[in-house]
Nanobody
């Protein structure tokens, strides 16, 4: 499966963005789908993931209550709705998917990655 991430941009603190991860070549049925981010000079960190088989969702403590991961099945697209954005959310965001659902949560060993989309939170 090929993944295309989009939706990043510049937003003020407290604002919202919705990131998209569009899949092609296969459906995301029964996949684990995750979002990661990498801020300048920092390690890549896990943000959120979802198991498609039961729609269970997981979030890093730093984004819990502000971010929501969900899927539009008709468009074979995964989304990350980001609200109440903070400057520390500034990073390149990557989506990833893997047919091994146990990768969610806790694993970085996803076989399929999108190219990344930059989110900048600044006034």
């Amino acid at each position: 499966v090929q993944l295309q991430a989009s939706g990043g941009g510049l937003v003020q603190p407290g604002g919202s963005l919705r990131l998209s991860c569009t899949a092609s070549g296969a459906t995301l049925d029964y996949y684990a789908i995750a979002w990661f981010r990498q801020a300048p000079g920092k390690e890549r960190e896990w943000v959120s993931c979802r198991k498609d088989s039961d729609d269970s969702t997981y979030y890093a403590d730093s984004v819990k209550g502000r971010f929501t991961i969900f899927r539009d099945r008709g468009k074979n697209t995964e989304f990350l709705q980001m609200n109440v954005l903070r400057p520390e959310d500034t990073a390149v965001y990557y989506c990833a998917a893997d047919p091994i659902e146990n990768n969610c949560p806790g694993s970085y060993a996803y076989n399929n990655w999108g190219q990344g989309t930059l989110v900048t939170v600044s006034s």
